[in-house]
């Protein structure tokens, strides 16, 4: 593959991928009708100079665009809410989320709240809410700005509760957006610390579905070829990031991720969730740090599939090479690194053990389990 070109193809979601495709972005939504979009970002986004190229080429194209940037770090009802209103207030007929993957969510949420009158919450997967996704959806068009949660070709958004910060997974199937523009250039200016952070996400959604107990051959390949471009990649990206070969590998592995954790997730995001709930802790660096002792745990029932891994990534050892690339990417090696307060661990485990990611673990966890995984990650 010629990692400097530009491609389309569907996967069930419609994508534009390569080096400069935002610049097809006006004349698609040209095509589309579409005159006043919403676009969704976050305050760090909106300041950068590719979001103003952006916004100028839209209004160059009769396109005349509102902003909404009102995104916590982990996203929360009020968040979605109050972007409802800002595109009910703005007269918006469609939305554009652009940016990570708080800002994915946190549109993703908007376009099913836009023409939906039930609370927020009452459409959470785990409530069967999905039957509730009846009324017209506004148009959807995807920008990642990152390469980790792969948000951008997701069918569900992840909302935390205002007052517990408990997060909630709502979902369905029209939730997918009409197009995506995945831009590997727009990750160019990326702080290497987010770059790193987001990229093990994405590696940890691919390690984790591969793992999880549910059946997907399909989901299998892709997440395995996802694998193995991180293992290329993520070190330039992180430590070159101009790189072009190096940002579009993960690019592209960040959203195979994402299709491919339709077959399950695990432990470690079962343990990294709580540390968002609880110290609002980036969801990617909490992945990085869990993902060695998650690994460990699942040892003994994943074995087979750790020396598949290894064969590909070309290591004689997973979990070790886990720990070795998280230090060459300077993320922390313990929770206690990262000056969390270790008091916590009970509450931690309570919230782990409710998290519904590690029904799909390949091996049973309990609360004791939990409890010894958050020790050994704090060292205590």
């Not at 469609?94 to 800002?103: D, E, N, Q, R, T």
């Not at 691919?206 to 051959?217: D, H, Q, R, T």
Request: glycine letters at 8%; one cysteine or more.
């Amino acid at each position: 593959m010629n990692w400097t070109g530009r491609y389309g193809y569907n996967f069930p979601t419609s994508i534009r991928f390569g080096a400069g495709v935002i610049e097809e972005l006006p004349e698609y939504l040209k095509t589309q009708n579409w005159k006043r979009p919403l676009i969704v970002s976050d305050k760090a986004v909106v300041q950068l100079g590719f979001f103003k190229k952006i916004l100028a080429s839209l209004e160059s194209a009769g396109i005349s665009p509102a902003v909404y940037s009102g995104i916590s770090k982990n996203p929360v009802e009020s968040d979605v809410l109050a972007g409802v209103q800002h595109f009910q207030n703005e007269k918006c007929d469609g939305v554009i989320g652009l940016g990570g993957g708080a800002s994915l969510d946190v549109a993703r949420a908007i376009v099913l709240k836009a023409f939906h009158s039930r609370p927020l919450f009452d459409y959470d997967d785990a409530l069967g809410g999905d039957k509730y996704v009846t009324e017209k959806i506004p148009p959807f068009v995807t920008v990642p700005t990152t390469s980790g949660t792969g948000s951008e070709v997701g069918r569900s958004t992840v909302i935390a509760e205002n007052e517990t910060h408990k997060k909630r997974i709502l979902f369905s199937p029209r939730l997918i957006a009409n197009k995506v523009f995945a831009d590997p250039a727009l990750t160019f200016d990326l702080p290497a610390g987010v770059t790193a952070a987001t990229g093990m996400d994405a590696l940890t959604h691919n390690v984790e579905a591969f793992l999880s107990k549910g059946v997907s051959p399909l989901c299998d390949g892709i997440a395995v070829e996802a694998i193995r471009l991180i293992s290329e990649s993520i070190e330039t990206a992180t430590k070159k990031p101009a790189d072009l070969e190096a940002r579009a590998k993960m690019m592209i592995a960040s959203l195979m991720g994402a299709t491919a954790f339709q077959k399950g997730l695990g432990i470690i995001h079962s343990m990294a969730h709580p540390l968002s709930t609880v110290f609002d802790t980036h969801h990617g660096l909490a992945n990085a740090v869990m993902m060695p002792y998650g690994l460990d745990f699942n040892k003994e029932v994943s074995a087979d599939r750790y020396k598949y891994l290894e064969k590909i990534i070309g290591t004689s050892n997973f979990v070790q090479w886990v720990r070795e690339l998280n230090g060459k990417l300077s993320i922390p090696a313990t929770l206690s690194e990262l000056k969390l307060d270790s008091a916590k661990i009970p509450q931690l485990a309570e919230l782990a053990l409710a998290d519904g990611c590690h029904q799909c673990n390949p091996r049973t966890v309990t609360k004791a389990d939990f409890e010894m995984l958050y020790k050994k990650a704090f060292q205590v």
